[in-house]
């Protein structure tokens, strides 16, 4: 078996099974093995009631006392039991599985497992997982890997089915040189991949983590360095000398640029009329402005007479950038004439896009990447803006060069990451930073409580709302089940519309719903006829709707906290003070310290780095900032070091043999040809 053998080539894969996979994105046993645990879970020895923290997750062995009890209200059943050991008794309850009442017998001993919370002076847990003894004996000898789920497919199925898929999968020959596994103390590939899904112990664990690591930065930062010497060398096909166009526009607008923003848009400038083509990365915190500085190059760009586009990596942000420009345009009478191309456009109104931007009518093309980038041709494209470039790769980037000729490329990033590692993580761009928010803003407010302040939240949220403002509140995930307590979107906005005033008009959004009904939403939230908008984080990426003021975030302990500084960042773009509530589930005090730290700085860069501090490097357990670069498994904050290595090991390589044609060398190009044959991670890259 190797990275094509389709799954359903595995015992017990039917074509039932097949399709959730696939709706994991998982098509071939190579997909399989690479589809990392999420996290993992230590089953340690179970505790006596008494020693059960509230708030914490853990396994008690109890006996159970008395007889279950079952009642049934409004179609939902819930079952009560009590339950003993030596130390105490302890609650627990059951929803909708009637059925545990005739499992579980009186007097029998048994373990269970799950979130212990306090009632009153009472313990109790709900829907506890419940072992026989030697089942949880064999658990407590290895960590379980947690993998992302869908419904209808367990962790139990995935894990039977990873088992099988590792041990029939061909592994390559060693493909590093001698010395790079030597000096970076890398173990074997096939190794690191067994460890991963199912580690030993700790340490295992790590130095597995640490190998596919490795691989992915080396073989991202390798794409980047041979790409760094084609870009850097190109010259500037399409000059851009006259930008009196972008002059006018910014004295004629409400508020002044700020210092930060001014020499930021003189940067590119320089770089749009000068000798070389422009390659530059804006950075800068959200709420920073840089939608503007995007809006100055596309105008000196269309002013210059040449066609423009402006890429989004989402159709929401796509639709919201068009009306910004639009507006503008029809505002101050500028030169533009924009197309919007996403994938839930007509297709007539698509061909029609097409058509005129191939034949230059249209001077501006705004969408998404995906759009942009396969079906467009261009009659005179010079300058390309990619916003929030994180979802971008490296290799997007290459082939978008290949589109007529060699247009300037300007990507603008909110990723919060100190200079050192965007210069390696950006290495084949020049960086611009805006360090400086406008002057305007009232610093957001920020508080972070336990999930018994949940109904004061609601209160404030309806206050605000009659007050004319709007709100956001984030959860987690989709799926249903994946967690115990982690909450669900849909389900989440039945119950916060039952909890607020019936005037107040509450919608959902999440990444799985069709892009046409995400984009209604979204619209109907920014004009304001939408109140509360319950969303997982797929509003995180650059949405602005300055007339929300409250984002409200649960489990927030579930959430990296430069994610969680991004998710911030929706609100307070506007004149009102904004306020942000993160919820967390979880109380001990390594969280609430964790999250405390976004209560003190609205630093994004000093926010990410504290978190890496707090939680020590190579915290495997810890939360992934995931949304920033989408790294299978590396990173970038928890793994900067080992990024670091990666680079000096990419530089030192192409030092010596630039093109890798050394023998030492072949299996390392041989593996890089047959990765880039299949699409192996280059999600990623
Ligand atoms: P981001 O950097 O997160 O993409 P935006 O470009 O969306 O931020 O800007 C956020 C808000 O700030 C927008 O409403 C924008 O019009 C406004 N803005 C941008 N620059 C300034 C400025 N210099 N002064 C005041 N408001 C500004
Ligand atoms: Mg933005």
Redo the contacts with the bound molecule.
Sequence with gaps: MDDRTSLIELRGIGEKTQKLFQKLDIDTVGDLVRHYPRAYEEYGEPLLIQQAKPGTVCAIRACVTGIPNLRRIKGLSILNISVRDASGGMLLTYYNMPYMKSILKSGGFYIFRGLVQAKGKAKVMEQPRLFSLTDYADRMRCIQPKYALTKGLTNQVLQKAVRQALSAYEFEEEYYPKWILGNYGLIPYREALCSIHFPQDVPALQKGHRRLAFDEFFQFLLVLRQNKGKLSSLPNAYPMRDASWADRFLESLS????GA?RRVWEEIRQDLSGPRCMNRLIQ??????????AVLALLTCVQNGFQGALMAPTEVLAAQHFE?IVRYTKQYGLPFRPVLLVGSLGAKERREAYRRLEDGDANLAIGTHAVIQEKVSFHSLALVVT?EQHRFGVRQRERLADKGGTPHVLV?S?TPIPRTLAIILYGDLNLSV?DEL????HPIKNCVVDASYRPKAYEFIARQVAAGRQAYVICPMVEEGEMDGVENVAEYAEKLRLALPDSIRVASLHGRMRPQDKNRIMEEFASGSIQVLVSTTVVEV?I?V?NATVMMVENAERFGLAQLHQLR?RVG??AHQSYCIFLSAIQNKETMERLEILNHSNDGFQIASEDLRLRGPGDLFGVRQSGEFSFRIGDIYADASLLGQASEAVERLLEEDPALEAPANALLRRHLERIASVGVDFRSI
């Design positions: 508020f002044s640029l700020t923003q800068g915190d959200v709420g920073s402005g840089k939608t503007i500085i910004t916003d603008m909110a805006i406008p002057a305007d803003r650059g602005n300055p960042g773009r506007g």
